[in-house]
């Protein structure tokens, strides 16, 4: 029996103290099956007791009729009238029962009354009166302090001393049961240690998957917002294809790779969470600008001569002029074009540009994109629209020449890298 709440209505109370009372009441209660677990609750725990009362009640009635060898049909009809009336009432049609049957009818009418009464009682106090409840908790097998007097057998087997090495030690050294117990105390300390120490390590090994994990998943969403704006470069003209290519092939591998950690760490597999020095390592295209580096620029005129320069030339920048001059005769001839490039044994790239009096000429360290390259004609358009006058006489004055803004910014490349 457990406190109910106080916010229970005086409806329910009532209609509770009635189930226990009145079989029909329960009953009614438990067809409709009302949203009141309080109510519901006890109209079963009603009907059970009003079941139990009915049963024993009409099987003792059944056997004291049959034993007195009374009609079938006066059993049954009487039967029938008792039924209807424990169904009610909870008690038999008091006119029709024998003197001799009253005492035989106390202990299965009373028994079930009294656990009747009490739970009408529980009900109208708002109090819960649960059978299930009451015959679901078992007895302890072994009371916490019954502890074996010390030097018994039991106390022995108690502590683990008998049919062990511990045991034998001390049938064979005398060792006192004080050095025993001290040794048994220690071993327990020992284990709980080293399995809070496993608790630990376990625990710390599930921190570091969770931060790789995150770690991993951080970088997958970065690379793929990388592509994405690869893509969008590539359509605007801003990288060239070339790098397109191999920027993106770089970051597919790596993809591929922090898929593959991933696939390992989730799993759990050996050696997939030791560190971050386990991911893979983060390719240039993750940090790398879009657009080539450019190292050096010069203008030359008609003749080949060089107006302005900029940046600094890994070559001689006659050896380039003439090499340009070449390749543009050749281009003009046969395809037409204004604009082309040429790579260098060292990767370099050189991309010109020729105007009406003269002709410019970038080294990127890699190809340019289509951006750069209309850049390189809108400065050879300025620069001569600037110098117009200087550029058409033969030779021109250099003192008198306009510099325009370079839209290039100039990197110089450290002794020893290609």
Do not use: C
């Not at 009809?77 to 009610?88: A, D, Q």
């Not at 009253?102 to 299965?108: D, E, H, K, S, V």
């Not at 950690?261 to 759990?268: G, I, L, P, Y």
């Not at 020095?277 to 030359?300: F, H, K, N, R």
């Amino acid at each position: 029996m457990t406190d109910g709440t106080n916010r229970l209505s005086r409806t329910s109370r009532l209609l509770v103290m009635l189930a226990y009372l009145f079989g029909a009441v329960g009953l009614l209660i438990v067809a409709i099956g009302p949203r009141n677990p309080f109510l519901v609750r006890h109209a079963q725990q009603a009907m059970i007791i009003h079941l139990i009362r009915l049963v024993a009640v009409i099987g003792v009635m059944l056997t004291w009729y049959v034993s007195a060898e009374n009609s079938p049909g006066l059993v049954l009809s009487e039967l029938t009238l008792h039924i209807g009336m424990l169904v009610l009432i909870g008690l038999p049609w008091p006119g029709e029962i024998p003197i001799e049957l009253f005492g035989l009818l106390a202990l299965p009418l009373g028994g079930p009354w009294i656990l009747s009464l009490i739970g009408a009682a529980a009900g109208s106090a708002g109090r819960s009166f649960d059978f299930s409840a009451a015959f679901s908790s078992n007895w302890p097998e072994v009371l916490i302090n019954q502890t074996p007097e010390i030097g018994t057998p039991e106390y022995d087997r108690w502590i683990g001393l008998r049919g062990n090495r511990r045991g034998a030690d001390v049938e064979a050294n005398g060792s006192s049961l004080y050095d025993v117990e001290r040794g048994v105390a220690r071993d327990i300390r020992d284990q709980r240690l080293e399995r809070m120490w496993s608790a630990s390590r376990v625990a710390q090994q599930e921190r570091g998957r969770q931060d790789i994990i995150k770690e991993l998943e951080y970088r997958q969403d970065t690379v793929l917002v990388r592509l994405d704006h690869l893509n969008h470069l590539l359509s605007t003209g801003s990288i060239s294809m070339s790098r397109y290519n191999r920027f993106n092939q770089e970051l597919i591998s790596y993809l591929d790779g922090l898929r593959s950690v991933m696939a390992r760490v989730e799993t759990r597999a050996e050696g997939a969470g030791q560190a971050f020095g386990v991911l893979p390592e983060a390719p240039d295209a993750m940090t790398e600008a879009p657009d080539a580096e450019a190292l050096a620029l010069a203008v030359i005129d008609q003749s080949g001569i060089p107006v302005v320069t900029y940046g600094h030339f890994a070559v001689d920048e006659s050896l380039i002029s003439g090499m340009v001059s070449v390749l543009d005769g050749l281009n003009q001839e046969m395809f037409g074009s204004r604009a082309n490039m040429t790579q260098l044994a060292d990767g370099d790239v050189v991309y010109y540009s020729k105007g009406i009096y003269s002709s410019a000429f970038v080294t990127f360290d890699d190809e340019p994109s289509p951006a750069q390259v209309q850049r390189l004609r809108n400065y050879v358009d300025q620069f001569e629209a600037a110098n117009e006058a200087q550029l058409s006489r033969t030779p021109f004055d250099p003192d008198k020449i306009v510099e325009v803004e370079v839209p290039f910014r100039f990197i110089r490349r450290m002794a020893g890298n290609s």
